[in-house]
């Protein structure tokens, strides 16, 4: 089978010929419908061998698509199922892992599927290690459900840890509207009363925000954070989701959040967050989730199936790979590039 596999530390991935894997005791294996790509991917691109698991290895960590065949011992699943591939695989057995958080498992730090030293799915199949990581998707399309995976499970969990604070009158502001703030708009919408506020340095990018639901798009800068300020009679907004990372939207994040609210960092961008004795404002709490459990990814398909979200896809197929993390790279795509190995 074909697989775009990163061979070569600081270097684009390649696509190559590989063995298809052959499911083992409690295994499963997944024809790939749809592999979501994901900036943390850009990441590992960068990242120095160090840093990186046992090379090489298959990208991809956003994974739907259907089974294929079921090792010995595997139960719940019949071939041709359509499936979400839930991404963290934790040990399955620490305290944690048995509240369906294997983001946090206690034995592997919650790195898993293509993060972890196993290969993603931006390949034909993709092996699963066990059928617990399968969430059936219904009538949902793989090819156009894999972001859900991460982009809709990481920034669902980011809002729904932070629900007691969105009553009627509150704020929430996301910065960043790429794939990952798209979905975090729409998680606001269709769980909370906030009033939703959108900020990027794209115009293109706050339309779209605004279509998908946000109250307000700004355009990053002075202007949008006296903006906020006004909105909210200078108190700063509830909760402050930072979706890029870096360090003028974490300062951006500090100015606008409010006391005793919730700023909640998301994206990698490796910037640092400005700290002192006001800054974040008094007990306003900072967290950096990651990922989220398996119970709320079904919550996510479960949203999705009823329509309340939708991801915007455009689709690759694997032999573009590379072109489709160019344009990820240039901010050249307006939702989320999916590779797709099966049109």
């Known amino acids: 089978m074909r697989a775009f596999q990163l061979v070569h530390a600081q270097k684009p991935p390649e696509l190559r ?38 090379l090489p290895f298959t990208i991809g960590h956003e994974n739907a698509g259907w089974v294929e065949k079921l090792g010995p011992g595997a139960t719940g699943f019949a071939p041709g199922d359509p499936v979400m591939v839930y991404g963290p695989w934790g040990c399955g057995l ?52 894999a972001p859900l995976s991460d982009a809709g499970l990481t920034s669902y969990h980011a809002v729904k840890r932070s629900l007691d604070l969105l009553g009627p009158g509150s704020t929430a502001v996301v910065i960043g509207a790429g794939g990952l703030g798209q979905m975090a708009i729409q998680m606001l919408r269709a769980l909370s009363a906030a009033a939703v506020v959108a900020v990027d340095t794209s115009a293109d990018k706050l339309t779209t925000a605004k279509r998908l639901g946000a109250d307000e798009g700004l355009l990053s800068g002075e202007e949008a954070v006296t903006r906020i300020k006004d909105m909210t009679r200078g108190q700063g907004a509830e909760l402050v989701l930072d979706m890029v990372g870096v360090d003028p939207t974490l300062r951006m994040a500090a100015q606008v959040a409010r006391v005793l609210g919730h700023l909640t960092i998301v994206g990698l961008g490796g910037g640092a967050l400005p700290v002192d004795f006001s800054s974040p404002p008094h007990e306003c709490s ?52 999916v590779v797709t190995p099966h049109p």
């Open 286 to 337: 900072v967290a950096s989730p990651y990922w989220g459990s398996i119970p709320e990814l079904m919550e996510v398909i479960t949203l999705a199936q009823q329509q309340k979200i939708k991801m915007l896809v455009e689709g690759f197929p694997l032999e573009r790979a590379g072109e489709a993390y160019q344009l990820l790279h240039d901010g050249k795509i307006q939702g989320r590039a």
């Open 94 to 145: 620490c305290a944690n892992c048995r509240e369906g958080k294997e983001n946090y498992c206690q034995k592997t730090g919650g790195l898993g599927g293509g993060l972890g030293g196993h290969d993603g799915g931006m390949a034909e199949y993709l092996l699963v290690p066990a059928s617990r990581f399968l969430i059936p998707l219904g009538t949902l399309d793989p090819r156009e459900a």
């Open 17 to 54: 010929e590989v063995p298809v894997p052959d499911p083992g005791p409690g295994q499963v294996l997944v024809k790939v419908g749809g592999a979501g790509a994901c900036h943390s991917d850009l990441h590992l691109m960068e990242a120095p061998a160090e840093r990186l698991p046992k």
